[in-house]
């Protein structure tokens, strides 16, 4: 199963910040799916999900920016009521502590999909998927 | 005397010889200097009362304003034909000081350098890089002097141009260089960039570092990425520039060249003199000195005084790290601090990278201390939980250490600005 990586990149709140990120990608036809941003008080971290994240990472590396590689779990969210509280639950059951959680919507808003955080993700994959919570996988991304 | 005797002099010998030439320095001063025989028979001062070291302590003070105040002849006390160099520095106050040399204090100088250099392992066949910035600032050719004297093979770099720099280290294979810490660093990430490896594309073995405050810390810092013994010195224009005090191969402490200088540590505020191992301003008075003699010149720096005596059998004493310059230090919600303490405590943590800076700012009425502190690209995982708990790391061991609680930033390395000679860490806007 092929995972799901997020690009991370360290950022002081400054508003060009961003702009360069997209720049640098957009130079190397990478696609972004998902962009957010998590703030601390003086500095943020600017989360992405590309289509290319190996390619991504280093693009952004060499343009002498922070940048870090990670998994997360991608979980395509049913149309119904409770089914983002129902993984939170599961997690939280597991003693899975979530660092960051995000939504986007796929396709003039018929899909959404939850990319979240965790430490230990092996677990908390063997957890949702023993409770037939369906992730996603890299290819599922940028075929929706 | 040769220059090992001198070094190993036992301490009634080394005090024989430091009342002597002390003796000698104030009759000339009181027939040769209109500055200091006014000043000193306003005081009741005769040179005939002189019967120890310890009577130094009824003089009054010299200090920076006398020297600008009297410049630029007001304390040359030869004739113009008999001085072969003036150096000159300014301070941050814009007026210059102007310090004289006769031919023989260049030479006693550069035989300080000499002897320092020797000590610390440096011998003919080294190749000597001098990054110190040459003209009127002492650093560059002083140093230069001791070298040629000692008989390594001087390349005159001065300082900057990092380029030509890189290109003189590998072109003469050049052994061992002086310079600043924070151009050490700055030259050291450049390196990194260009994908020279210090350690194993070089043939660097000894760095000299000085010309400003640093942590102990930082001194590690650069030994690693150079993989050198990097020796820590002491000097100032006013006491003829470098090699008034030098580390020795025990690295614990710069030996005073007592044969040269009188050493003296006082209360800043009072002017008393404090014992050995206390900490207070560092008192120099110059005892072989020709064509400027300065008796208890205030530098400005705070250290103290080694009481035991070095493992290495020196007899000189021996002056701790320079902490701060009286002037230097800030005083926030009522507690002393000084840039380098604040420097020593973040340089401990891995993640920190070579470059802080501390902005004073007054938030309402409340003062506070802001450190903004690079961390290394790769130590960023993410994660901002991370970034977060070492913030919180770092704001809670200056709060143990200082007494002041900090707000500390991090930022992304290469943001702040990168400084090539004395760096300004602090930036006080409290007073706007
Ligand atoms: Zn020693």
Known sequence: MSKVQQISVFAQNKPGKIKRVTDILSRNSINIRAITIASGDEYGVIKLLVDDPGKAYQALAEKGLSVALNEVLAIKMEDKPGGLHRIMEILAENNINVEDAYGFVIKSGKIAVLVVNVKDIKKAKEVLLFKRIHLLEEKDLYQL | ?432
């Open chain 2, 1 to 432: 005397m040769r220059e090992k005797d001198i070094q190993y002099l036992d301490k009634e010998q080394l005090y024989e010889l430091q009342l002597s030439r002390f003796k000698r320095t104030i009759e000339r001063l009181f027939t040769s200097s209109p500055f200091y025989s006014k000043l000193w028979k306003k005081s009741g001062i005769s040179p005939d009362k002189i019967k120890s070291l310890q009577d130094i302590r009824r003089f009054p003070f010299t200090s920076r304003e006398d020297l600008r105040r009297n410049f630029p002849f007001g304390l040359l006390t030869l004739p113009l034909e008999k001085v072969v160099r003036v150096h000159t520095s300014t301070g941050t106050t814009g007026k210059p000081k102007a310090i004289f040399f006769s031919k023989r204090d260049i030479n006693e100088a550069a035989r300080l350098i000499a002897r320092s250099m020797k000590m610390t392992g440096a011998k003919r066949g080294d190749v000597f890089q001098n990054m110190m910035s040459y003209g009127l600032f002492t650093g560059g050719l002083i140093f230069h002097y001791g070298a040629e004297r000692l008989g390594v093979l001087v390349i005159p770099a001065g300082a900057g141009n990092t380029e030509r720099q890189i290109e003189l280290m590998q072109d003469f294979k050049t052994t061992i260089v002086h310079i600043t810490p924070s151009y050490a660093l700055y030259l050291a990430d450049v390196l990194e960039e260009r994908g020279v490896d210090p350690k194993n594309d070089l043939d660097l073995r000894i760095f000299y570092l000085g010309a400003e405050p640093y942590s102990e810390e930082t001194r590690d810092k650069i030994e690693k990425i150079y993989g050198v013994d990097a020796f820590n010195s002491y000097g100032l224009s006013e006491m003829n520039g470098p090699g008034v005090a030098f580390e020795c191969k025990r690295k614990d402490g710069m030996h005073v060249w007592e044969d040269n200088f009188i050493l003296e540590i006082i209360d800043p505020l009072t002017g008393e003199n404090l014992p050995d191992g206390e900490e207070g301003e560092l008192v120099l008075s110059t005892i072989n000195r020709e064509a400027m003699p300065i008796i208890r010149y205030r530098t400005g720096d705070i250290t103290y005084v080694y009481p035991e005596k070095c493992r290495c059998g020196r007899t000189h004493r021996r002056i701790s790290r320079i902490k701060g310059r009286v002037d230097d230090m800030f005083i926030i919600r009522g507690v002393n601090v000084f840039p380098s303490e604040v420097e020593r405590i973040i340089m401990n943590f891995p993640e920190v990278a070579r470059n802080y800076q501390i902005i004073l700012e007054r938030e309402s009425s409340l003062e506070v201390m802001r450190v903004k502190v690079e961390i290394k690209k790769r130590f960023f995982d993410g994660s901002i939980e991370h970034l977060r708990s070492l913030q919180e790391r770092i704001k809670n061991k200056i709060k143990s250490e200082l007494m002041v609680t900090p707000k500390v930033e991090l930022i992304e390395p290469g943001t702040l600005p990168r400084t090539t000679g004395k760096s300004r860490r602090v930036i006080d806007n409290r007073k706007l």
